[in-house]
Every structure is written in structure tokens, then in C-alpha cells.
């Protein structure tokens, strides 16, 4: 379900738990309440333009979520240098998110800022009783973020990184096919996991192939470049392949960014 619904959002909190990455805790009882794992809000700026971020975490008591922003151009440094008090104008709770019923084990694999919704899974995990493991790859320790929130929220973690300076030297599809090593040689049941996946293309690609071979469901969140967000500029069209094998054009922000791994023509 699409809510086309301005909120003018109170900042409440803002973290920089390190360089490259801020937190922003925003205030939307509405949001907060709607929102699912893998949804986006889609947030004003000093930019013609809005911008996407995948919603992080929610508080539905507190009617607050958070979103994790990496600095990468002119809309991400205005957003990051926003303070408590400051308000901003955010559409959302937007897109179909990770179809998560009926799993009873959630693999997450996250790269770079795609590790900030799939905090929001392991922590729909935690809330459900589903068994959650978190897997994210990182460029270094000193660039990694959110390690120990997945920790205490997950029901186990691993840590890739490309220096080699976390529990997993490489990238996080070397974390995936560990974790999937273990499940096979443990016998356990896989019938009822799912993999969600997000970060760069190529990291979806492998965790989508390593889940295909092992037999396990893929789910991935892609993160095509957007200008509406809401389904009318086609900005962020993917191509995907229908029920008969035919390619279709979907649009990322309302037919996604969720896409089952089976449909996405990388
Ligand atoms: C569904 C979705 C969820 C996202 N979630 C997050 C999130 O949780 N945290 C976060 O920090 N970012 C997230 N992004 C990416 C974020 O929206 C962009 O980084 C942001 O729009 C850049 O705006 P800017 O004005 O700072 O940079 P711009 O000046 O617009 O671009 C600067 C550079 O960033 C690149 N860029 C812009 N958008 C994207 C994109 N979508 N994917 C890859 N490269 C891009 C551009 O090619 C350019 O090189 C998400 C994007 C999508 C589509
Ligand atoms: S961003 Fe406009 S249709 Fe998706």
C-alpha cells in the first residue's frame, strides 16, 4: 500500500557514531506505526528533489523511527547536519517491503548503507520470535556501523570486512556461504528461511545466487537512483521477468525496492 501523506517530522535525535554515517531519530506516530521492514521515506532537503532512505528501526510507542544517512552528495549533507528541534518534510511510510510471514529463520545481508533496513528485519525478528542472523559486510571496522545493535538484536552476527580487520576477512557473500555451510552441516531445516538482501548490486547478485543454490528463499531490496518515489516519473524502473518468463519493466519505489531474487534481471 502506497501512503502519498506528507508528515512534517520533528528531529529528535541525532548520532554520529562515526565519519561517514548519521542517525536521525524523527518523530511521525503515523510512520512509526505503518511501517514495515524494507519500506522507504522519502525526505525533503535543500534539493529540488526528495530523497529516499530505508526506514532503520521504529519505536510505535514512542511514535519515533530512525533512518541512517551516508553522506554522499548536497541532499545527504543538508539532511545530515539537521539538529534536534529542526523539522523536515517526509513522505512515507512508502513501497512493499520484505515479505516475511511464514519464515521461521531470517538470514540478513547487508553492505554499506544497506545494513540500515535490514536493522528494521532483525528487529521484527526479535518482536516475532523468529530466529534472526545478521550478515554485514563492510569496507573496514572503522567504516562499520550499527555492529552493536545487530549483535543485541539478532540471534547471531557476522562481520565481513574488505581490510580484513573483522571476524570475516572479504565481502559478506563469503559471510553468507559460512553461515549457509553451517545450517547444511548442522542439518538443519532450511525448508522455512529466508535470505533478505540489501547493499550493492553485486553483493545481491551473490547472495541470490548462493541462496538459489542452496535452495533458499532470496529477497532483495534494490536501491535505484529516484525522483517521485511514488510511481508517476519512472525514474527508478528495473527490469524484471514475469510469471511466463517475459521481461517487464517495474517500477523500484512502488512495485519494490522488495523484489523476490527469482524475478530480478541483474
Ligand atoms: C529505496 C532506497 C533506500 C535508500 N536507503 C538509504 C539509506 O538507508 N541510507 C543512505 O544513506 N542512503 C540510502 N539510499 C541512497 C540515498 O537515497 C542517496 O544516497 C541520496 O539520494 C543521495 O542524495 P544526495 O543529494 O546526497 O546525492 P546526489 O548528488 O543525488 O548523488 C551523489 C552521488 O550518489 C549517487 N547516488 C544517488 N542516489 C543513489 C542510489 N539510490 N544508489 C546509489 N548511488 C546513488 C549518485 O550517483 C552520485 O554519485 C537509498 C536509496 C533508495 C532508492
Ligand atoms: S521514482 Fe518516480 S516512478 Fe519511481
Not at 545527504?76 to 528541534?85: D, E, F, H, K, N
Request: hydrophobic share 40%; aromatic share 6%; proline share 3%.
Amino acid at each position: 500500500m502506497v501512503h502519498q501523506i506528507d508528515y512534517s517530522c520533528q528531529v529528535i535525535r541525532r548520532q554520529q557514531p562515526n565519519r561517514s554515517y548519521v542517525i536521525l531519530t524523527l518523530e511521525s506516530p503515523e510512520i512509526a506505526a505503518m511501517a514495515m521492514p524494507g519500506q522507504f521515506v522519502d525526505v525533503s532537503s535543500d534539493q529540488f528533489l526528495r530523497r529516499p532512505f530505508g526506514i532503520m528501526s521504529v519505536d510505535r510507542e514512542q511514535g519515533t523511527f530512525a533512518i541512517g544517512i551516508r553522506v554522499m552528495g548536497q541532499g545527504t549533507l543538508y539532511l545530515s547536519r539537521l539538529q534536534p528541534g529542526d523539522k523536515v518534510s517526509i513522505l512515507g511510510p512508502l513501497g512493499h517491503g520484505f515479505c516475511l510471514e511464514g519464515y521461521d529463520r531470517i538470514i540478513t545481508v547487508g553492505g554499506g548503507t544497506g545494513v540500515f533496513p535490514l536493522f528494521f528485519v532483525q528487529q521484527f525478528c526479535r518482536e516475532q520470535n523468529i530466529e534472526g542472523i545478521a550478515v554485514c559486510g563492510y569496507r573496514s571496522a572503522e567504516e562499520s556501523i550499527l555492529t552493536e545493535e545487530f549483535t543485541q538484536t539478532a540471534c547471531a552476527v557476522s562481520f565481513a570486512s574488505d581490510a580484513g580487520d573483522m571476524t570475516v576477512a572479504g565481502h559478506a557473500g563469503i559471510a553468507l556461504q559460512a553461515v549457509i555451510d553451517d545450517l547444511i552441516e548442522t542439518n538443519s531445516d532450511i525448508s522455512r528461511t529466508l535470505i533478505c538482501a540489501c547493499g550493492p548490486k553485486l553483493m545481491m547478485k551473490t547472495a541470490a545466487r548462493l541462496a538459489k543454490q542452496a535452495g533458499i528463499s532470496c529477497q532483495v531490496s534494490l536501491e535505484e537512483r529516484m525522483a517521485c518515489g511514488v510511481g508517476i516519473c519512472l525514474v527508478c524502473v528495473c527490469k524484471t521477468k514475469k510469471d511466463d518468463g517475459t521481461v517487464e519493466h517495474s517500477r523500484c519505489c512502488v512495485d519494490g525496492p522488495v523484489f523476490d531474487a527469482e524475478v530480478v534481471i541483474w
